[in-house]
């Protein structure tokens, strides 16, 4: 039968959910890339003027952050779909890394000099690995969704490259609506004529593994945290009293993204996905939650540094902006998981979101400590909370 090894590459839905050691390998790519994200917006925000431009280098970031996180989700849905203990699945993935580091290295430059780098080898990643996967699966039902996203991923390609080619003025539209033709694709299930559309939210895949790979991912983004409280730390000595309290409670801001996340949604959601009635509604749902979420913890990541660098400088409204904004990004994106995982909001996220927000005008006055103060007194008050409805309520999951 033609589809026979096509049909071998499938998970087998009794295998175990855990993540593969091979899952594990990519992510290390990841990290690497990630560390580059972050570092282009210290850099514009620390820059001197007037080559200062706050805007556009939180543009680019969230450009490069966006193309990243479509080329790891799709990773972790592949490894979803198909066995990772197969030689040909190892290969894509292993193909996928190489690509993941080329962009990292790529990325400082990659709207001057390295242009034509960044969008070959973000083309040959994201259009080699659904048609390598047409190619694999053969006479295989599944052939027509890797078959839908080649030619969507095509289409897209024209513009990646086309951009490559243009101007340095030019470039960044063309690439944004590059990118934004991926994401359409996937948000509609890359209809083609004929073919019609394969929306994920309709897949037959393994959640609870897919749910772990997003946990795994927000944990990837914690050690971003972790890595650059470090970093910036041995970089200035510790050398007065209000950088070691800089080093000390940014560190106990990133233990309280850790809890407030894995309370009680983020804990649960697995089981959550696995007893849904419809767990690729889910699945799809955790994709854009987790895809803020970790936007956020880079961002207040970030906030990280311009503090622990100069804790009695005022940081201004940028600083106000990146580390109250992402705190209270991170809240929303968790109010959100919980209504995903128990079909409800959390008022008091939703508070905690709201207190940061209004609080950044005033922070935009404060000394860079006072404000990485305040966004650890909001998120130990949103803690507490958390552990007081533990206490008042008993576990649950989501209702049907």
């Known amino acids: 039968m033609p589809d026979v090894w096509g049909a071998g590459l499938l998970r087998d839905p009794r295998a175990s959910s855990r993540a593969a050691f091979l899952e594990l390998f990519f992510d290390l790519a990841f990290v690497f890339a ?7 917006l210290i850099n514009e925000v620390t820059a001197s003027e007037p080559e200062r431009n706050v805007v556009a280098g939180g543009a680019e970031s969230l450009f490069f952050f966006l193309a990243l ?17 197969q030689a040909f699945v190892q290969a894509l993935v292993i193909f996928v890394m190489l690509g ?30 659904p048609l390598l996967l047409t190619l694999a699966l053969r006479g295989h039902p ?35 609506i590059a990118l934004g033709v991926e994401f359409v ?20 895949f393994n959640g609870v593994h897919l749910v772990e790979r997003y946990q795994q991912v927000f944990l990837i983004a914690l050690g971003e945290s972790i890595l650059i409280i470090g970093l910036t730390s041995s970089a200035n000595q510790l050398t007065t009293i209000a950088e070691v309290a800089a080093f000390v409670i940014a560190f106990a801001v990133t233990v309280l993204l850790w809890r407030i996340y894995f309370h009680r949604a983020g804990r649960m959601l697995p089981e959550a996905i696995r007893v849904a009635p419809s767990p690729g509604r889910l699945g799809e749902s955790a994709t854009y939650t ?10 207040t990541a970030v906030g990280f540094e311009l503090v622990i660098a100069h804790p009695t400088t005022r940081g201004g409204m940028p600083l106000a902006v990146i580390m109250l ?51 650890a007194v909001v998120l130990t008050l949103v803690d507490m909370a958390d552990t007081f409805e533990t206490h008042r309520r008993p576990p649950q999951t989501r209702r049907p």
């Open 100 to 129: 993941v580091l080329m962009l990292a290295i790529t990325m400082p430059h990659a709207f001057s000099s390295r242009a034509v780098a960044f969008a070959g080898t973000y083309v040959t990643i994201q259009l080699g690995r």
């Open 142 to 176: 599944r052939r027509k969704v890797t078959t839908r996203i080649t030619i969507w991923t095509a289409v897209a390609a024209v513009p990646w490259l086309v951009g490559a080619a243009m101007g340095e003025q030019v470039r960044p539209t063309v690439w944004a």
């Open 290 to 299: 987790h895809l803020v979420t970790v936007a956020s913890v880079l961002t």
């Open 325 to 375: 904004g992402g705190a209270a990004l991170f809240l929303l994106a968790q109010s959100w998981a919980e209504r995903e995982a128990f079909a409800r909001l959390s008022v008091r996220r939703l508070a905690g979101a709201l207190v940061l927000v209004a609080a950044v005008p005033l922070g935009g006055l404060l000394p860079g400590l006072a404000v990485l103060v305040t966004t």
């Open 185 to 204: 694709g996937f948000v509609t299930g890359w209809p083609i004529p004929r073919l019609g559309a394969s929306r994920v939210n309709q897949w037959e």
């Open 34 to 40: 990630l560390t580059r994200v972050s570092q282009r």
């Open 69 to 85: 996180w479509l080329v790891w989700m799709l990773a972790a849905w592949v490894t979803s779909l198909y066995d990772p203990e």
